[in-house]
C-alpha cells in the first residue's frame, strides 16, 4: 500500500488551525504548512499564524522562516516541503499539509514542469508591461496563446500571467501543455484532501471577527514595523499591508482600513473556494457554526 499523506484546505479564517491540531495529535502526524505568505518571518498576526506554543507541541514545517524582503515561489516551496513530508514518513509519522494556498496544494500533488530556460530580461520586461496598462490586459494576451492557463488564472494575478507569458515566450509553448508532464505526490502516494466548508454567512462572520481580533492583537504596530524594510513584492501583497499603510499615512481612518480589509479577505476567500471546488478529488467537510475542532476533526477521522 502506498503511504497516506492528508492535505486539510479551506478558505481563511474557516478554522484550519484549530482542526490540524486537533488532527496531528490524533493521528500522530506534523503539519506542513501551505500556505504562500505564512512562509514569512515577522507577520505573525497578518497570516494568522498557529500560536508558538502550538508550534511547539506539534512540529510545524515551511512556516515563519523567509526574510519578508526575499521573493519567494511556489518552486521553492515544493522542494522544502517534499523533503519535510519524506523526513516525517522517515520517523514514522504522518505528513499533514495545512493551508490555503491552492496554487501549493497543486504543485504538491499533481507535479510541476522543470522549465531551466526562465529569462530574466523577458520577465521584468512583462511586468514593466503591466505597470503601463495592467494585468488584465496581459490576462487578455494570454488568453490568445494559452487558452488554457488563461481560465485558470485570474486577471489580477500579475505573477502567474507573467510566469505563463513568460514560459511561452522563452520556449515557444504553452504553459498548459508544459504542465502535462509533471509528476507530484499522487503519483507515488495516497494522497487524500478535506476542505472545510462554511456556509458564506458564516465565512463572513468569522473573517470580520477574524480581522477585528487582529487590530486588538497588534497588527497596526506589527505593520508599522515591516514598512520599515524593504518589503519583498510576494510579501507585500499580504492582505492587511496596503489597507494599515492607507491608515498610517492618513488617507482612510482604522475603521476604514479595518472594513477594507474585510472586504479583500471576502474576496479572497471566494477566489479560494473556486480553486478549491475545480478539484474533484476533495472531500468536502461540513462546518456548522459553533461547532469544535474536536468535532470537526472526528468527522475527518471517520473518512480516513
Known amino acids: 500500500m502506498k503511504p497516506r499523506l492528508i492535505f486539510l484546505v479551506g478558505p481563511t479564517a474557516s478554522g484550519k488551525t484549530e482542526v490540524s491540531i486537533a488532527l496531528a495529535r490524533r493521528l500522530n502526524a506534523e503539519i506542513i504548512c501551505c500556505d504562500s505568505m505564512q512562509v514569512y518571518r515577522g507577520m505573525d498576526i497578518l497570516t494568522s499564524k498557529a500560536p508558538a506554543r502550538a508550534r511547539k507541541k506539534i512540529p510545524h514545517h515551511c512556516v515563519n522562516f523567509v526574510p519578508v524582503a526575499s521573493e519567494y515561489d511556489v518552486s521553492q516551496y515544493r522542494l522544502k516541503a517534499l523533503a519535510a513530508a519524506r523526513a516525517i514518513l522517515k520517523r514514522g509519522r504522518v505528513p499533514l499539509f495545512v493551508g490555503g494556498t491552492g496554487l501549493y496544494m497543486s504543485v504538491l500533488i499533481d507535479g510541476i514542469f522543470d522549465m531551466k530556460a526562465g529569462d530574466e530580461r523577458v520577465r521584468r520586461r ?8 495592467g494585468s488584465a490586459a496581459l490576462h487578455r494576451r494570454l488568453a490568445l496563446v494559452d487558452p488554457s492557463a488563461a481560465l485558470k488564472i485570474h486577471p489580477n494575478d500579475a505573477r502567474r500571467i507573467v510566469r505563463a507569458l513568460e514560459v511561452y515566450e522563452v520556449t515557444g509553448k ?15 502516494f495516497d494522497v487524500r484532501i478535506f476542505c472545510l466548508d462554511l456556509q458564506r454567512d458564516e465565512l463572513y462572520r468569522r473573517i470580520d471577527e477574524r480581522v477585528e481580533l487582529m487590530f486588538s492583537r497588534g497588527l497596526i504596530p506589527e505593520v508599522k514595523r515591516l514598512l520599515k524594510k524593504r518589503l519583498s513584492r510576494t510579501a507585500s501583497r499580504a ?66
Not at 512583462?126 to 496598462?133: K, P
Not at 504553452?174 to 507515488?188: M, N, V
Request: net charge positive.
Open 239 to 304: 492582505i492587511g499591508v496596503s489597507e494599515v499603510a492607507a491608515y498610517l499615512a492618513g488617507r482612510i481612518s482604522r475603521d476604514g482600513a479595518a472594513l477594507l480589509m474585510k472586504k479583500n479577505t471576502r474576496n479572497y476567500a471566494r477566489r479560494q473556494m473556486t480553486w478549491f471546488r475545480k478539484d474533484r478529488r476533495i472531500e468536502w467537510i461540513r462546518v456548522f457554526p459553533g461547532e469544535t475542532a474536536a468535532a470537526v476533526c472526528a468527522k475527518i477521522e471517520k473518512r480516513l
Open 174 to 188: 504553452p504553459i498548459s501543455e508544459l504542465q502535462k508532464t509533471r509528476r507530484g505526490l499522487a503519483d507515488e
Open 126 to 133: 512583462l511586468y514593466a508591461r503591466i505597470e503601463r496598462i
